[in-house]
């Protein structure tokens, strides 16, 4: 059996020094322990010394601890610096995604097909049997890719995995992105496919589900079907969202250069965030959902890690959902960074997540 | 109204130095990035740079802002060298919690009985008025403190906010401890009360619940009733268990310096482990219940924070529980240290806590 490629081979590899320099950390635990001590005795910032942490072992398959232990992704810190360099890095991500997208429908026996809603692009990505209890089901699937990565078959991984762990039909929508597109394209493109999805299944036999980005535009979608009085969705599932496009919220420090796939806010992230604004402000709702009205959302289920960079993203959104009356269920991860539940086809953990958010659908659909 | 004195001051004050010295932190973004980008170009640990992290802001109260911007507690890193130490530091810190016990209890109408249960010391708490849904339901509490803080009326704190914010009769049991009484005193004085508590109301109106040691204890009491087939509660609440007696799970590393609460396991909180344990093996489930087997368990709520050193402990103890079957609730709070959401009676996430702990009992327990 080939061994799936985890998201490291995906992305091109800049140049970058192969020889880390030995790290002349104290492990003097007295030492640090009253350096602390002293730096942390009055009120205010946390003050946290440099630190070796070793991966968790733990509950935590070894597929997983590959994951967690390796390098940080190469292109964390890359700034494109115009429009064209933007769409090289994004054609070369793309490119490595793609490749591989071959393999993965063929082992969890997924099809897709191309096809236009509403004027947008989207694909139908369905299991070959669809089990009798999911014939009347339909999903419909937003990317992630910090509003600038995956366009195209590029965005199918995770509705593949959706397709073959949950045995759903779904609905991928190829969403206008930057930096031709800034925000409210992907949105608009998005709710174009909700109005039209709606009428090719009752809405009550459907969810929406995305990650990362998709998984705001997930909860973005809701507060603007909202507003418009368009049907709901009966789930959703917002994996660790990016719920506050700015850098606020705790774990954006707190496991910042601890998370090795987003790294920090200040990479391309941040510039990601700023291209899909545009002259909106970040705490425009249908930008950061946290900053929206959750009441009369549909049954949520949030998955993150423990050191993922939107950790704090993920239980903001979590007990302001609760707050507000909706039922939400919370999954966090021993030891992942964003989004590595799902990094890896041969990880017991992907398994678990995405039949964790099949079950919670399969609970609120109707049939 | 007297403002709730946090925890902060329930512990005696060790000498520390008051002024902390300037820390020449580079925020340089571009140098750290790079330097990081090197130290992590390859497999293995994670190499994290000597941070300031601020106090996070949005969705934390101004009460919780203020825990969490607090410094270390200054009994962190204190190492009892003998028994007679370890009962000064017991004696002080429980004189503290004792000192603002009254207030608390007549803040929220509670009523403190002591009792003994089965040749066990325990106290009756409960409100001056149970609701009439509450009339035939027995909660039991294990109190927390590392297997040696807060016997006696120290331990009742948790379970007069219980009382206080679900209207529950509480069973709160005063087990022995270190120095005098390690493993499996403790564990068998709760077993003892569990077994003369089910013959004064029905189990299945019965919950027991718990924080950090108590929350662990909660696990365990659950493992061996089973083993002993004895009846089970209804619903527990094991909120941050120290699930991990030894210092194994991620959290335990990625949150050290960082949680103000515990800030390290190679404080007095090993020495506390080691005390308790005592020749018994770390990785027995009684004393680590993470390696015991969670089928059959009940219900079970489980809480903790972003920034909580058994943050680990508890999604290990989620998923495991979620792996086996139980209905699982799991609830993060937004930049807490260990246990926080309980520590200001004032704080708007201390009712908000109990209150859905209460909730899920009144879900999951008969009339």
Redesign the interface.
Known sequence: MVKMISIYNLFPMFL???T??L?ALSTN?EA???A?????????????????????T???SPEEQ?LI????L?V??VHPKNSDEWKKLIAEVAANVIAELPEIKKRLGVTVTPTTIAGVKAYIVAPTTIPEKNKNRLLVHVHGGGYVFFPGEAGLREAVLMAGFGGYKIISIDYRMPPDFPYPAALDDAMAVWKEAVTMASPKNMAIFGTSTGGAMTLAMILRAKNENLPLPAAIASNTPWA?LAD????Y??????D?IL??W??WLGDAAKLYAGNHDMKDPYLSP?YGNFHGFPPTILTAG??DLF??NT??T???L??AGVEA???????QSHAQFGDDLDAPETK?AFS?IANFFDKHLGK
């Open positions: 970058i020094a192969l880390a320099p790290l635990y640090i322990a009253a602390q001590g002293i730096a942390n005795a009055k009120p205010g910032v946390r003050h946290v010394p440099e630190r070796n942490i070793p991966i968790p733990a509950d935590v590959t232990g390796a390098p940080y190469p964390f810190n506050d606020i919220g705790d774990s420090k707190t496991n910042e250069w601890v090795n790294v920090t200040n990479g946290i423990t050191r950790l704090s239980v903001r979590h007990r302001k609760r707050r269920d919370l999954n966090v991860y021993e030891g678990e964790d």
